[in-house]
C-alpha cells in the first residue's frame, strides 16, 4: 500500500516538474534584439525567444549585420532583413518576427528598420526602345536612395538624380553602397569624396 502511495505521488509530481530542451553544436549565439536571439548552425540562421524556443526555423536568406558583437542577423522595428539571388545579383527585402516575407526581395541594396523607416536602393527600369534587328526591347537601369515604411510603401526620395547601373552579375560583384545614415527621425545626412555633408530632411 505505501509503495502504491509513494507511485501516485510520483504521478502527481510529473506534470510540475520541468522538461529540458537543448539545442547541439551550434556555432554562434548572438545577443538578443527585440527579445529575439540568432543562432547558427552551419551556414543557416534561425532565430530563438528567450525562453530557447525556435521561433524562426532555420533558412540561409537571412543576412548578417555587423554589430559590437560580431556578424548575424538581427529584427529592428520588428523586420529582418533577407536576401535572394537573381541570375547572380542579390535583392534585399524583409520578414516579419513570425517569419513571414512582409517585403519582397526588390532592392539593390538595404538597411534595417529604424523608428519605423528604412533607406533602400530601388531599382527602376526603363525601356528606351526596341531593337528590331534582334527582336529585343532596349532596357536601360538605375536606382535611386528611398526612404519605405514597414509595409514597404515608398515614403520619400533621398538622392535626387539617379545612379545608372548594369544589371549584370560581372559588374555587380557586391551590392552598390547606401551613402545616407540616418541620425535622427527626420533627418539624414551623407559625406561626399572631399569631407562634405548634404544633410536631408524628411517631414
Not at 94 to 117: H, M, R, W
Not at 142 to 158: H, M, R, T
Request: charged share 25%.
Amino acid at each position: 500500500m505505501a509503495k502504491f502511495k509513494w507511485i501516485s505521488c510520483i504521478i502527481l509530481m510529473l506534470p510540475f516538474l520541468s522538461l529540458s530542451q537543448t539545442l547541439d553544436n551550434l556555432d554562434y549565439v548572438s545577443p538578443f534584439h527585440e527579445d529575439l536571439a540568432a543562432v547558427q548552425k552551419n551556414d543557416r540562421w534561425a532565430f530563438i525567444d528567450r525562453e530557447g524556443a525556435i521561433v524562426i526555423d532555420y533558412r540561409s536568406d537571412l543576412v548578417e549585420n555587423q554589430t559590437d558583437n560580431g556578424f548575424y542577423p538581427l529584427f529592428s522595428d520588428g523586420r529582418c532583413l533577407i536576401e535572394m539571388e537573381k541570375e547572380g545579383i542579390s535583392y534585399f527585402g524583409y520578414i516579419d518576427t513570425s517569419g513571414n516575407e512582409v517585403i519582397v526581395p526588390q532592392f539593390l541594396n538595404a538597411k534595417n528598420f529604424k523608428k519605423g523607416k528604412a533607406i533602400v536602393l530601388q531599382l527602376i527600369k526603363e525601356v528606351a526602345g526596341e531593337n528590331k534587328a534582334l527582336g529585343k526591347k532596349v532596357v536601360y537601369y538605375n536606382y535611386f536612395e528611398v526612404l519605405i515604411n514597414k509595409q514597404g510603401d515608398l515614403e520619400a526620395y533621398l538622392s535626387k538624380e539617379p545612379q545608372n547601373i548594369i544589371l549584370d552579375e560581372s559588374y555587380i560583384k557586391n551590392p552598390p553602397k547606401i551613402s545616407y545614415k540616418q541620425v535622427s527621425e527626420s533627418l539624414f545626412i551623407k559625406k561626399n569624396k572631399s569631407g562634405k555633408s548634404t544633410l536631408v530632411k524628411i517631414e
